[in-house]
């Protein structure tokens, strides 16, 4: 079975390269990010016409929004409303073999200091909130998937520089310290680092200011996915599609891939 996590800027303007994904990758399911669009002008069509009939949304206008496209069927799905906020960050579905949930956590603004910046407090409120869903809802025993942009690169070398990126959102010690806490929460594993080795460089996010981003590969590693015990060791192969970052009017993320053996 295959994966796909992608903070996709905006279904409706890049729904042709979430189709030549499906061609090329053929994954089973895909979960998007920042889909910026209400659920009834979200383009089911163009992707049931693929062959992923199972579709999983909430979405606002011009901001956030997640969604499920799926060949295989759901049995259950849900939407949860966030810090107390109705802001479409995070949606569920239970499969036959696991449950998965996809999470667009909130980038928190450019000061990292709650006191003047309400959104950081967000931010870590809504990864705190989270840490508390999954210890609430879940032991480490149950096979849960957890996948999303998570605006939050937890590893020395998920970052171009950790030692110049410390004051920096999405790198500082207080985010680390939540992240950790939501991912001992269920004893996760980090798919990606599972084949990757923590002392090589791992980007999945490159900036829209860098003209040439391949060239000053200043990235960070914001996009995750994470299983719990049970489901880690079926863990297969990987894959992060950098050239989608080459494509006209691209995302500043790019797709990251798991294979599950079934």
């Not at 979405?59 to 966030?82: A, D, E, Q």
């Not at 410390?166 to 500082?172: A, M, N, P, R």
Request: hydrophobic share 35%; glycine share 4%; charged share 30%.
């Amino acid at each position: 079975m295959k994966l796909v996590t992608w903070n996709i800027n905006s279904v409706r303007l890049r729904a042709p390269i979430v189709v030549q994904l499906m061609r090329e990758e053929k994954p089973d399911i895909i979960c998007l990010q920042e889909t910026k669009t209400l659920n009834e002008f979200f383009p089911h069509e163009v992707f049931e016409a693929e062959g992923y009939k199972h579709i999983h949304i909430t979405g606002m206008k011009s901001y956030n929004g997640v969604c499920m496209l799926s060949r295989l069927p759901f049995k259950k799905t849900n939407i949860y409303n966030r810090v107390g906020k109705e802001d479409c960050r995070h949606i569920s579905a239970s499969f036959k073999e696991f449950d998965l949930h996809n999470l667009y956590i909130p980038a928190g603004g450019d000061e990292p200091d709650r006191k003047i910046n309400e959104k950081f407090g967000h931010k870590l409120d809504f990864v705190t909130e989270m840490t508390k869903f999954f210890s609430k809802n879940y032991t480490p025993k149950k096979p849960v998937i957890t996948v999303g942009d998570f605006n939050i690169a937890p590893r020395e070398h998920d970052v171009w520089s950790s030692k110049q990126l410390q004051k920096v959102v999405s790198h500082t010690p207080i985010e680390l310290k939540h992240l950790a806490k939501m991912y001992a929460s269920l004893d996760w594993k980090d798919a990606i680092r599972h084949f990757v080795p923590d002392e090589e460089k791992c980007y999945s996010w490159w900036s829209y200011r860098n003209r040439d981003w391949k060239k000053s590969n200043r990235g960070r590693r914001l996009d995750h996915i994470w299983v719990t015990p049970p489901l880690a060791k079926k863990l297969k192969s990987y894959k992060i599609l950098n050239h989608y970052r080459d494509f006209e009017k691209p995302s500043d993320h790019v797709p990251v891939l798991i294979e599950l053996k079934k």
